[in-house]
């Protein structure tokens, strides 16, 4: 289950993200180190969230999460201030974004496997876990 932290670092990169959306799509007009500064400061900021955000959470998580976010952000941004209209399926589509959202959110991350030592016999490595009968960590040194 995400924490309170995740979920505003996933939030908060989900906007910064959508911001520099919002800016190259304003922002067409402006001269160039205009709309690379602001396209640039909201990337640079949203990337700091995203890392604060995969501290604490997987990987997959993560990225899936921070992306829907900024997906749902950027379509009610347009809808609400661009004025662009969406269809049924479009709206379908987004319900599917939020249920995975909140699948992903509830799920809690995968256990460690239990490590077997490497001088036990291939089947009670299989017993703990590791399908092809080899040891699931290695030791190293002398």
Known sequence: MFSYV????????GVCFMLSNLAMKQL???PWYI????VALSIMIGAWFEVQALREIQLGHAVATILSAEILLSIGVAAYFLHEH?????LAGMVLIIVGIVMLGLSN??????A????????????AGDDAGLPTTVKSGS
């Open 28 to 30: 067409g007009g402006m």
């Open 86 to 90: 969406y269809t049924a399926r479009d």
């Open 6 to 13: 995740a979920i505003f670092h996933i939030f908060t990169a």
């Open 116 to 127: 077997v030592a490497p001088d036990q016999p291939p089947s009670a490595m299989a017993a």
């Open 109 to 114: 991350p995968p256990q460690q496997k239990a």
């Open 35 to 38: 709309l690379y500064g602001a």
